[in-house]
C-alpha cells in the first residue's frame, strides 16, 4: 500500500502543475495533461479504497 500511496502523490503533483499552468498562463496542452492525470488519479484513488477497505478488515 506505501507503493500506491506514492504513486499516488506523485500523480497529484503532475496534476497540480499542470493544472495550474492551464489555469495561470492558459496552456491548453497543460489542461490536456492535467485530465489525463485526473482520470488515472481516479483509478488510482479507487484501488487505494479497495486496499485500504481490506487492509481495515484483518
Do not use: H, T, W, Y
Amino acid at each position: 500500500m506505501k507503493d500506491l500511496v506514492k504513486k499516488i502523490e506523485e500523480k497529484m503533483e503532475f496534476f497540480k502543475v499542470n493544472a495550474d499552468a492551464q489555469v495561470a498562463k492558459g496552456n491548453k496542452a497543460a489542461g490536456a495533461r492535467a485530465r489525463k492525470a485526473a482520470l488515472d488519479l481516479m483509478k488510482d484513488l479507487k484501488e487505494f479504497r479497495k486496499v485500504s477497505v481490506e487492509a481495515a478488515k484483518e
